[in-house]
């Protein structure tokens, strides 16, 4: 009997143990030859972009964040997964998060783009989107852009965004660094677009307003206005007619004060921003090409 309650209890915490769902962000599937090693079939697979294709992780792209190198926690996962969500709804780009402790690849610019190029990263059947990465073995991070993700930040945008992470980053605070690099990315987008030579839109900041119903707004402008008429009222009733002009001075000397300017002084520094390999320059945005061929803009920081 007590066999049998045993073997019972058993068979409980097996099924309870399978019920477990495990957040699966560094889980990776096998490239081979009958799967097309799990890439796009749009892209050409020659000797050179073959080893390329085998040195980097094939992932699920629905997941979006793979934290190879462990820096975020269950819950920050699940959060960001939420944040990523979001922005992809609104903006209509994909977006995914990578961290890795074991680069084996050239750079960490590379790593990056080969990430995004080999896995079925994209929004809608294109591959607009980009890519934030973590290195820790190079101790770098960098954000790539892919298609229509281009248009949308330029060098100048792609800056403030790894400055606003740095910070962040540099102090070990991997989460808090993501998250503000996201907020920035959506601030960008709710700006809208440069246009072609990459100057930004006219409207320089954007304020999401909630919008109050209309009772509250009639209530709120009738008794804003009838306080202004007070004051206005009360402060009519303290004006006294002037006999002299002299009256309409406070004190009876006159005093000039002149401005000079006397110079300007400009400091500069320079920033780190990773423009090369094999590209170009366009409106303000640097562009350069992956081991697929596909365009990519983006930057990099050390830390």
């Given at each position: 009997m007590r066999k049998i309650i045993r073997l019972f209890i058993c068979l409980l915490i097996c099924v309870f143990l399978g019920n477990i769902e495990v957040f699966a962000s560094t889980k990776t599937f096998e490239r081979n030859y009958s799967n097309n090693y799990l890439i796009n079939k749009d892209?050409?697979?020659?000797?050179?972009?073959?080893?390329?294709?085998?040195?980097?992780?094939?992932?699920?792209?629905?997941?979006?964040?793979?934290?190879?190198?462990?820096?975020?926690?269950?819950?920050?996962?699940?959060?960001?997964?939420?944040?990523?969500?979001?922005?992809?709804d609104e903006f209509n780009l994909d977006l995914a998060i990578v961290t890795v402790d074991n680069n084996g690849k050239s750079s960490t610019k590379e790593y990056a783009m080969d990430f995004y190029n080999y896995n079925d990263f994209g929004f809608n059947g294109s591959y607009d989107g980009l890519l934030f990465l973590i290195d820790m073995d190079n101790r770098e991070f960098y954000m790539t852009t892919t298609g229509q993700a281009i248009t949308m930040y330029t060098d100048e945008r792609i800056d403030r965004c790894l400055d606003v992470a740095f910070e962040y980053i540099a102090n070990e605070e991997y989460f808090s660094g993501t998250e503000k690099f996201i907020e920035?990315?959506?601030?960008?987008?709710?700006?809208?677009?440069?246009?072609?030579y990459g100057n930004e839109p006219r409207v320089t900041g954007v304020v999401k307003i909630k919008i109050m119903p209309w009772g509250n707004i009639i209530l709120f402008s009738t008794i804003g206005?009838?306080?202004?008429?007070?004051?206005?009222?009360?402060?009519?009733?303290?004006?006294?007619?002037?006999?002299?002009?002299?009256q309409?001075?406070?004190?009876?000397?006159?005093?000039?004060?002149?401005?000079?300017?006397?110079?300007?002084?400009?400091?500069?520094?320079?920033?780190?921003?990773?423009?090369?390999?094999?590209?170009?320059?366009?409106?303000?945005?640097?562009?350069?090409?992956?081991?697929?061929?596909?365009?990519?803009?983006?930057?990099?920081?050390?830390?």
């Open positions: 892209i050409e697979i020659t000797d050179y972009r073959l080893n390329k294709i085998l040195e980097t992780p094939a992932v699920d792209s629905n997941e979006k964040i793979y934290d190879f190198a462990d820096l975020f926690t269950d819950s920050e996962e699940d959060e960001l997964y939420s944040i990523i969500s979001d922005y992809i920035e990315l959506e601030w960008f987008a709710d700006v809208g677009e440069p246009d072609e206005t009838a306080v202004v008429m007070c004051i206005l009222v009360f402060n009519n009733k303290l004006v006294h007619k002037a006999n002299s002009s002299r309409y001075l406070v004190n009876s000397d006159i005093h000039v004060v002149k401005d000079m300017f006397l110079g300007r002084s400009v400091h500069r520094s320079a920033r780190y921003h990773d423009s090369s390999s094999g590209g170009g320059s366009s409106g303000g945005r640097s562009i350069s090409h992956g081991s697929s061929g596909m365009s990519h803009g983006g930057g990099g920081r050390k830390f």
